[in-house]
């Protein structure tokens, strides 16, 4: 769903009004809380009162009703009549699997809790996750219900910020498409089924791959899920490798490694494309600039321009062939050779 970007003054104004009345520090809470209630799904087929939805999400109907009333107040919600309420179109997006919902995102506590600790970055240059648990990903290997919360988040993400990458690109010229760091394959998925003649391989960690197996999501498909490290090395076989949103999670040594591991794997003549958003190099606003500082936090990672993703692919053996925008997005994708 494509979105208009905030103008920045506008954004701070607002955003230095509502710490006055103290709406800045609660309205995350009070949107996870309305999320994790599932108070959107309750009203998602018309207006209904509150008593009504409080009994719906198992609500102490007083609270619930201070929170409809706070949540209406944002544009949330509509307030029609007394206590009587019904979603706006922003609202409709608290709804699990409405179209760009951000639930899972609002749901993931386990960010914000890291971001208590985001001054240790700031004074040490590594992320949170690096010193508490090794790293973001070795924390996921080790705790499957992070990891599988994660997931979930990075599909209600892809859905929501480039779903026409697989709609709108030409897969005409590929054979065997690898997603490396496909993650529950949702994108490939979305691929396979825009491009049916293209076999698909779905490279990912261990546990995200035998997750992927017992849902079944491609079974009967003609795509083949392989389990490894990228670090160390990518299965032959492909023509087509794609790496969306999985080099920003990563320092530039990290890049490299990823990158070279892929160039090593690739069918000769073949073709690398890589989802990322790309930052600006003027002083404009971007959401890039604020991805890139939740991945120095969560991940170590990094978000990049143009040119500094055209270096790493140089010293990795590859060479930038072409950047396009993808339609409706902040994201855009870098094809290498
Ligand atoms: C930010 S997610 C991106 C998922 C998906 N490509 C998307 O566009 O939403 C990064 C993915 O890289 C995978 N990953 C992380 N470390 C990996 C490794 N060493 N080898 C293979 N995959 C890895 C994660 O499991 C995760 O699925």
């Known amino acids: ?84 309420f019904r979603l706006t179109p922003a609202g409709h997006r608290l709804r699990a699997g409405a179209e760009g919902s951000v639930r899972t995102s609002l749901l993931n506590v386990e960010s914000q809790r890291a971001w208590l600790r985001g001054i240790d970055t700031f004074r040490t240059g590594r992320s949170v996750f690096d010193d508490q648990h090794g790293g973001f990903f070795a924390h996921k290997d080790a705790d499957g219900a992070s990891d599988q919360a994660f997931l979930q988040r990075m599909r209600e993400r892809a859905a929501r910020l480039y779903p026409r990458f697989a709609t709108d690109t030409d897969w005409s010229e590929c054979g065997t498409v690898m997603d490396l760091g496909g993650g529950d394959g949702y994108q490939l998925d979305a691929i396979l089924r825009r491009a049916p003649r293209l076999r698909g391989v779905l490279f990912d960690r261990p546990a995200v791959v035998a997750s992927v197996r017992a849902a079944g999501t491609f079974d009967g498909r003609a795509c083949e899920l392989a389990a490894g490290d990228f670090f160390e090395r990518v299965p032959a076989g492909a023509d087509t490798h794609l790496l969306c949103s999985v080099l920003h999670d990563w320092t530039d040594d ?40 939740g991945m120095m936090v969560l991940t170590g990672g990094r978000e990049r321009s143009a040119r500094e993703f055209e270096a790493l692919l140089a010293e990795a053996g590859y060479t930038l062939s072409a950047v396009r925008a993808v339609p409706d997005s902040a994201f855009s994708v870098l094809e290498a050779k």
Do not use: N
């Open 1 to 84: 769903m494509p979105e208009p970007a905030p103008q920045p003054a506008l954004l701070l104004d607002d955003y230095l009004g509502l710490i006055d009345d103290s709406c800045v520090a609660i309205l995350p809470h009070v949107l996870r809380i309305a999320a994790e209630l599932g108070v959107a799904d309750v009203l998602a087929d018309g207006p209904r009162a509150a008593d009504e939805i409080a009994d719906a999400v198992g609500a102490h109907p007083d609270a619930l009703h201070r929170l409809l009333r706070a949540l209406a107040s944002v544009g949330v919600l509509t307030e029609e009549g007394a206590r009587v």
């Open 254 to 293: 990290q890049c490299v490694s990823i990158l070279r591991a892929s160039r090593a794997a690739l069918e000769p003549g073949g073709r690398l494309m890589i989802v990322e958003m790309l930052v600006p190099e003027d002083g404009s606003w971007h959401p890039s600039k604020w991805s890139d500082i």
